[in-house]
C-alpha cells in the first residue's frame, strides 16, 4: 500500500508524500502542475516522454507511465537519475484528487 498526503504550504506550494513500510518520497511542486499528471499515461518512458515536476531533495522529479504503473525518477534527467520508486498508477489519480480542493489531505492506495 502507498499512503499518500498532499500538504499545503506556506508559500502556495503542494508537499507530496509518497510512502510505504519501506520508502518515502517528498515531493514539493506547484499545484498547476501536479495537475499536469492528469496527462500521465502519455508519458512513456520507452517512447522518451516523461512528466517533469517538482522537486525532491532539490533535484528535479521525472513522472514516466508503464502500463499500469508510474515511475517516479529523482535527479537531473529522465535517463540518468539518482533515485527511483514505481508506484501503482492510481497513486497518481490519488495525487490528483488530493490536489483538487487546496486542503491537507491524506489517503492509502492499495498496491
Partial sequence: MVDVT??????????????????????????????????????KWAEGRSLGIGTCAGAPVWWCAQDDSVAILVGDDDQVWDAAVTVPLSTVHEILRLTEDGRTRHSAVRL
Fill in 6 to 43: 498532499v500538504n499545503i504550504e506556506i508559500e502556495g506550494t503542494c508537499g507530496v508524500k509518497l510512502q510505504d513500510h519501506k520508502w518515502e518520497l517528498n515531493i514539493h511542486a506547484a499545484p498547476a502542475d501536479l495537475r499536469k499528471l492528469a496527462g500521465i499515461r502519455d508519458a
